[in-house]
T-cell receptor
Framework: NAGVTQTPKFRVLKTGQSMTLLCAQDMNHEYMYWYRQDPGMGLRLIHYSVGEGTTAKGEVPDGYNVSRLKKQNFLLGLESAAPSQTSVYFC?????????????FGPGTRLTVL | DAKTTQPPSMDCAEGRAANLPCNHSTISGNEYVYWYRQIHSQGPQYIIH???NNETNEMASLIITEDRKSSTLILPHATLRDTAVYYCIVRATDSWGKLQFGAGTQVVVTP
C-alpha cells in the first residue's frame, strides 16, 4: 500500500513552459485534491475532484487545469508556467464518512519557475 | 469553521510525553477536532481526530474537554522523528478538503 504518490519530486521550468504533475493513490478514495504551499504559508487548495470524471475549482485555480480520467489518478497541468507558480505542490486524497473526512497527502513536488 | 489557538513552539525531551494544547472556544456542535503534523519538507500527515470523546490510535491520544472548547494532543513517548509543526484544525464533517492550516506549534524533540 503506497498511499499517495507524486511524480516528479522536483522540476525546474522556464517561464512559458508547460508541464503535468501526476498524483496517484491506491486507497480507493473518491476525493482528490491539489494544494500549493508557499514558504511560511499554509496550504491553499487549487482544484479538487469528488469522483472520476469530475473536477472543481478551489481557492487559487488560475493558471492550472486538472483532469481525473481514472479514479486513482489526478493530474495537475500548468499550460504556461509563471514565476509566481514556484511552490511546493501537494496532492491529497480522502474518504469521508459519518466520522469525518481524513486527508492523506503525498510527499510533494517542488517546482521552480525561472 | 471555528478558529484555533496554539502555542507557537514547545520543546520536549526524547522519551517523554509531549502534551500539545489547542483552544477552540467557538467550536460548533457538528465540528470535529483534527490534528495533522508536517515534518520539514514533507507532506502533512494525519494524526487523529475526534468529536466529543477522547480518542487514541497508534500515534497519539486526543483529549477533548467536556465543553469542547479546548483539547490536548498527547504523544506518549516522543522521539526525534516527532519533531514537526503540529496543526490543530476544527472543521465540520462535510468540509472535506478544506483544510485551514494555521501557524501551528513547532515541536522540537531533543535527545
Amino acid at each position: 500500500n503506497a498511499g499517495v504518490t507524486q511524480t516528479p519530486k522536483f522540476r525546474v521550468l522556464k517561464t512559458g513552459q508547460s508541464m503535468t504533475l501526476l498524483c496517484a493513490q491506491d486507497m480507493n478514495h473518491e476525493y482528490m485534491y491539489w494544494y500549493r504551499q508557499d514558504p511560511g504559508m499554509g496550504l491553499r487548495l487549487i482544484h479538487y475532484s469528488v469522483g472520476e470524471g469530475t473536477t472543481a475549482k478551489g481557492e487559487v485555480p488560475d493558471g492550472y487545469n486538472v483532469s481525473r480520467l481514472k479514479k486513482q489518478n489526478f493530474l495537475l497541468g500548468l499550460e504556461s508556467a509563471a514565476p509566481s507558480q514556484t511552490s511546493v505542490y501537494f496532492c491529497a486524497s480522502s474518504y469521508s464518512n459519518s466520522g469525518g473526512a481524513v486527508e492523506y497527502f503525498g510527499p510533494g513536488t517542488r517546482l521552480t519557475v525561472l | 469553521d471555528a478558529k484555533t489557538t496554539q502555542p507557537p513552539s514547545m520543546d520536549c525531551a526524547e522519551g517523554r510525553a509531549a502534551n500539545l494544547p489547542c483552544n477552540h472556544s467557538t467550536i460548533s456542535g457538528n465540528e470535529y477536532v483534527y490534528w495533522y503534523r508536517q515534518i520539514h519538507s514533507q507532506g502533512p500527515q494525519y494524526i487523529i481526530h475526534g468529536l466529543k470523546n477522547n480518542e487514541t490510535n497508534e500515534m497519539a491520544s486526543l483529549i477533548i474537554t467536556e465543553d469542547r472548547k479546548s483539547s490536548t494532543l498527547i504523544l506518549p513517548h516522543a522521539t526525534l522523528r516527532d519533531t514537526a509543526v503540529y496543526y490543530c484544525i476544527v472543521r465540520a464533517t462535510d468540509s472535506w478538503g478544506k483544510l485551514q492550516f494555521g501557524a501551528g506549534t513547532q515541536v522540537v524533540v531533543t535527545p
